[in-house]
DNA sequence: CCCAATTGGCTTAGTATTGGATTTAAAAGA
DNA sequence: TCTTTTAAATCCAATACTAAGCCAATTGGG
């Protein structure tokens, strides 16, 4: 199939190069492509077959064609966010918070300043402090995972975790956290805390970063068997 | 020689032009632009044309238009939550990714279905043809990376993902780019993609991740280099 | 306070560009 | 061979752009 690969140029390869482009972000919204006859000039093709591309296109919503005018992106990338965030399912999040939260704490550890680890330590002691109020604990977590992502000091890395934070406050999740938090669970959580902690504080970056993910895995488990009663 | 049939500059190419300038900061909040005859001047279109590209933006919300007294900017970047994406430096995109693509891979690793691994292999021959082609290699890389992502079937990473792809093409970028991408660095980019997708299509996990780390670490060592000079 | 200069608002007629659609021929694939 | 797809060349209809002029609102200097 791919094996003869000069020869055949059709309209669905042409779209696909045109709709990497668009969802990728290197064609803005509002943005006008070129003209069928150009674009049928660059790819080497007929107007005919970039025609064809463009009304799949078209078909997808990706791109509005106007007679006479040209032709339009009409997809946002950026637009799509808040649903994403809002139809975010728990263990997505939680893979989410996989990949980020134990590089974050290597990160961390390269950074924190003291007043870095005061915050957390205040937090940590808030959290020790909740152990039979869910909702306080709830909101130090949180609070805590913020603090290690503002240590890294990446603005980049810090505004994704608050998108991520963004969904744990929704309305649906309190309702599960209130399952989930029970004493127990708030005294493991508050023993892995501080075992992150303490592997901050002694610039310890990979015992960290085992820590986060023990930590994580504590979190998935919590979430599957709630899921499963 | 004047084969060359230049494609009509309308209104839309005036109106993404000076949106760009206006989302990107490089014309401030309250700024009054020059008058429609001399921005037509500049962009050597009529005024008219100038005209229904202002209106546009108007209706943006981007300038509000004042007669007999001017245009002026009435967005404010700073406000914007495009900001911190808008504004984010190499070092800290790099960081990010460090944090994200490593355990992307892992996740693309268990759930790679044939036609994802078709769509990497595809790409990855795009890239390898592109040995002097830096702007189609970039966006064949780009993708390579999304379509990582969209193997998880995380929504969640996804979007994270096309996030920070956004960074990437933004205008500054691009300059780098063709700093960095000359043909030695784009051949090891390639050797490093094809470490990667073997270690996917061979279900290693781990490799996977170790050879995305190495991938990130070549791509972080190039950018400190082209800083430095 | 008024006048003159500047600036956006608007109209018109003529021209150019662009997508829409059809036809014929050639090439690729079943 | 027959079917489907692509190429190439037209012509058409919709839309946008140019150019020029005049009006209306605003601004600032005298």
Known sequence: MNETKRTRVGSAEIASLIRRDIKSGELSPKERL???RVLAENY???RGTVREALNKLAEESLVEIRAGS???VTFDPSESADNVILSARPLELIDARFALEPHICRLAVLHARPNDLEEMESLLQTMENSVNDPAMFSSADTAFHSVLAET???NLLIWI???INSVRSQKEWSKMRRVILNPDTINLYNQQHRAIFT???QREPELAAASMKEHLESARLSLTRSAST
Chains 1, 2 share one sequence.
Do not use: K
């Open 34 to 36: 070129p003209p069928e």
């Open 44 to 46: 080497q093709v007929a």
């Open 70 to 72: 040209g032709t339009y």
């Open 152 to 154: 890294t000091n990446n």
């Open 161 to 163: 975790v608050s998108q």
């Open 199 to 201: 592997a901050i504080s």
